[in-house]
């Protein structure tokens, strides 16, 4: 008996809780629901944004730098290692000089043609940009000279097989014979119509020097920052070419991801505000059921800044255990929804992607705005006479 | 004999929409160790009177002293504390916490200032429980024993912290008359044990004649004070 009296408010709050335990168990299986709510639909928005974007954006550049179009002297990027030395790297998850230049593609028959992107890529930092290992669904990505690699855009369109020979013509009418050793699939419209080839071969084939480039690709860490990142690049050199980031070009897409993540915040803000105001209301409601114990308690000597902390403990205990309740429920409902909505392929709609640290301080955040709600309504008690509630009561 | 309360010209108003005077110019004293009632008429201001012996109310002039502590000048920590160490209260219903033993509820007044207990005090809370014939039921909770049992373990939780004075306000109203003479023979015989002041609050002329000094209120003025012997 000794040691469960060491934290008393605590243990007053538990068995006040515990006494009615079938109104305290209906108390936070309703709160809980509301936080599976939050949690369940903040994780679909944040894992449809996160898979949009690494469809449109995850084998796509984020910033690029590439000669003006009317440019007549700077129309190669020369020795693209030598802007690495001005760049920050930490910035960067992948930099690839690429040369690249559109081409027709025609089966081995001729009968079919195809518009589609040649790209031969030399990887400054990290992997290549097209993530070809977990994007290869037939055939293999070590490229030879005289092999390629296709998108699943050209596959599909001119009914290609593994190993089948294509015939590629450049823009001055020079033709080149390839056989297919892999094919790729991203996703993405413009990148399954890429072909890509050893660097050299392109850069014979399209008319570029060993040293020269089309462009230079960057991916960064958090593609929201991609524009602070470009200004920093346009301080750090004086580039004499056109450098551009995705937002520039994808609007559309840019306010997409906003709104999204806009009425995310919304909804989860309005389910936590109608969480606490049920806490508040919940407090209020024991705070009243207990006037005779709380007058008691104060005729006996308990303190007002105690007899408080009684309440909330209670809003303490009523969270905590509603969070925890709510994550298991949010992560039940998330497993359902994954093996029933399913794409043609059987495979789920997108992967859940859970940010770890905005997690963990929302789950803080919910157990703090309860407490909260606990000590507002709990303030009233400091007014309650025992004296009207007890004696002649 | 030592003075254990001394009550000087105590004025209360109820301050509502109108003024209504409580008590006027109260004034008597008591000795420690002795059995006092308060006796009066329903709105006589016995009942007032006692929840500003208690600390539990404040009033508009005056003095009050319980163990040479001049109660007027302390804030609510301390009157907390004063009314922790110097008073138990039993009121006219038990007031036991269901969530708890008749053990813990017994112990409560002094897990407050403690927050721990020991075996002395458990022996303690034991000793007391024997004494008023409820060592059976410290397991239980008060909804499951009888309604004279509650206000027996109401007194043994008035008396855990030894206090100077117990001030009982209608300690037996809502019992039967055969408890109503076990409660008031505990009382006399706790008394006579441990020498605890009694002050009973009642409009039962009985009981009032079982103390040795009864102070009769009318209109919150004391009417009379007599010594009974």
Known sequence: MTNKFKML??????????????????????????????????????STQANLIKRTLGYSSHITIKPFDNDKINTKIKNPENFLKNLDLNNFKKIVASVEGGVLVYDFSGKEEKSAKLIGFNNLLDKDLYGLEENLIIGEK??????????????????????????????IGDFKGVKVIGVFKTGNQLTDNYILMNKEEVQDFLGFKRYEYSSLLFQVNNVFDSDKIKRQILNNYNYPYEIYEWKEKNKQLLNGLSAQSTSSIFIQFFILFSISISIFSIINMKIVEKYKEIGVLKALGMKNKKITLVFIYMSFILGISSVILGLIFAFLILNLFTNLVKN?????????????NYFIATVLFNIFSIALAGY????????????????GG | MDKILIVKNVVKYYHDKVDTLALNNVSFDLEKGIVCSIYGQSGSGKTTLLNLLGGLDSFDSGEIIVDNQNISKLNDDELSFFRNQKIG???????????????????????ILNKKTNKEIINKAKELADIVNIEDVLEKYPDYISGGERQRAAICRALINDPSIILADEPTGNLDSKNTEIVMDLFLKINKIKKTTFIIVTHDE???????????LKDGQIVSIRENK
């Open chain 1, 9 to 46: 408010e605590f243990f007053i709050a538990f068995r006040f809780l515990k006494y009615k335990l079938f109104r305290s168990l209906i108390i936070i299986l309703a709160i809980s629901i509301g936080i599976a709510v939050q949690f369940f639909v903040a994780i679909i928005i944040d």
């Open chain 1, 142 to 171: 070590n490229i030879k000279n005289g092999e390629a690699l296709i998108g699943y855009g050209v596959y599909d369109d001119l009914k290609l097989n593994l190993n089948d020979f294509i015939s590629i013509r450049n823009n």
């Open chain 1, 344 to 356: 043609e392929q059987g495979l789920p709609l997108f992967d859940i992607v859970i940010k770890t």
């Open chain 1, 376 to 391: 507002l309504s709990s303030r009233k008690i400091s007014k309650i006479e025992p004296s009207k509630i007890i004696i």
């Open chain 2, 89 to 111: 209260f039993i009121f006219q219903f038990h007031y036991l916490i269901s969530e708890f033993t008749i053990l813990e509820n017994i112990l409560m007044p002094y897990l």
């Open chain 2, 206 to 216: 009985k009981i009032a004649y079982k103390s040795q000094k009864i102070i009769e």
